[in-house]
């Protein structure tokens, strides 16, 4: 059995050889140390940083950027399956009520009381569906000791960081102010096309947020000892 | 010619073969316990190893687990309902696989 500082050497060795995320650095560390072992009880003279040389040759010319490019494509792909079924869920039975609800609800206040007041629902009904997700993301949030390799949004976001949530809200504030500029100031006069605009906006954010949420509430539920 | 790409397209089934039947394992015991079995024919590097069990787990065809081991973390695989549903589909295909290579390898006199 490895020491503890010789199991603290493999995890700067993974360090240094680009693998920094927790989850795919703590798999191979065991890899390493398992393999290690073997390596030194099979020959006596073999001390642990040859033996180390020697396993790592094991991995191949490309050493561990092929495990690590393949984990992020894994779970962009994870991640993008998972948004995509939460989005669908707003076109489907039960939730396509709250979707249909709020789309003619729109409607309605811009054929009995005109585009303004469709613009400040818009703008109200926003913030009140998604600032009580994205209060909940952060409180139920737990900072890891070291980066975790989470997929989102199509790019790595390390989930020590909040970073990837919070340029991603901005995105969506700023969509909202565009289309309340539409609804609300004179222009062209397409507010029934800009209320299905305004719809589709918070249901992916919507979505956007959920998925954020779920992905947290997994790699916390998984990787307990990480936080 | 190279044994390892004869082996490339079996490693799925191989991988989730040897989860149905040992429960759950870790990413250095399947590739000793393939190695052992197949008396060291076949070697499953760990570079086509990880990405597979990654992309299985993202798929969620398996899920995983990480346990203490003294002064360490081991991240243990096990097939998930839809892993365990989809491991005889992937038997069987190898096993198409086989027989028709067979017929070529061996074709039957007219």
Not at chain 1, 75 to 91: H, P, Q, V
Not at chain 1, 107 to 120: C, E, P, Q, R, T
Not at chain 1, 215 to 222: L, P, T
């Amino acid at each position: 059995m490895l020491s503890d500082k010789q199991i603290q050497e493999l995890y700067k060795f993974c360090s240094k050889h680009y693998v920094s995320y927790y989850d795919v650095q703590t798999e191979l560390v065991d890899h390493l140390a398992s393999s290690v072992e073997v390596e030194m009880q099979l020959n006596g003279d073999l001390d642990f940083d040859k033996a180390l040389e020697k396993v790592y040759l094991s991995f191949g010319i490309n050493g561990f950027s092929t495990i690590v490019r393949e984990k992020s494509e894994s779970l962009t792909k994870e991640n993008r399956m998972r948004m995509f079924g939460i989005l669908a869920s707003f076109f489907k039975w039960p939730t396509i009520i709250l979707t249909g609800t709020y789309l003619f609800t729109e409607v309605l206040l811009y054929k009995n009381y005109g585009k303004s007041i469709v613009a400040y629902f818009v703008i109200i009904s926003s913030l009140l569906t998604t600032v009580p997700q994205l209060v909940n993301i952060l409180l139920t949030r737990q900072k890891p000791k070291s980066p975790l390799l989470v997929n989102d949004f199509g790019q790595v976001y390390l989930s020590n960081s909040l970073a990837g949530i919070w340029i991603q809200y901005l995105g969506f504030i700023f969509n909202l102010v565009c289309v309340y500029n539409w609804l609300h100031v004179d222009g062209p006069n397409f507010s029934i096309v800009w209320s299905i605009v305004a719809t589709i906006l918070l249901v992916i954010e919507n979505a956007v947020l959920m998925t954020f949420q779920r992905n947290q509430n997994c790699v916390q539920r998984k990787y307990p000892a990480a936080f | 010619m190279n044994k390892t790409n004869l082996y490339k397209g079996c490693l799925e089934p191989i991988v989730m073969q040897l989860l149905r039947e040992n429960n759950r394992m870790y990413g250095y015991e399947i590739t000793q316990k393939v190695k052992e079995l197949t008396k060291g024919e076949l070697q499953i590097t760990e570079g086509a190893l990880y990405p597979l069990l990654h992309r299985l787990e993202a798929g969620g065809i398996l899920e995983s687990e990480m346990e203490n081991i003294g002064n360490r973390i081991r991240k243990y695989y096990s097939l998930t309902k839809a892993g365990k549903k989809q491991v005889q589909h992937n038997l069987d295909e190898v096993k198409t696989f086989l027989q028709t290579l067979n017929l070529i390898i061996n074709p039957k006199p007219a």
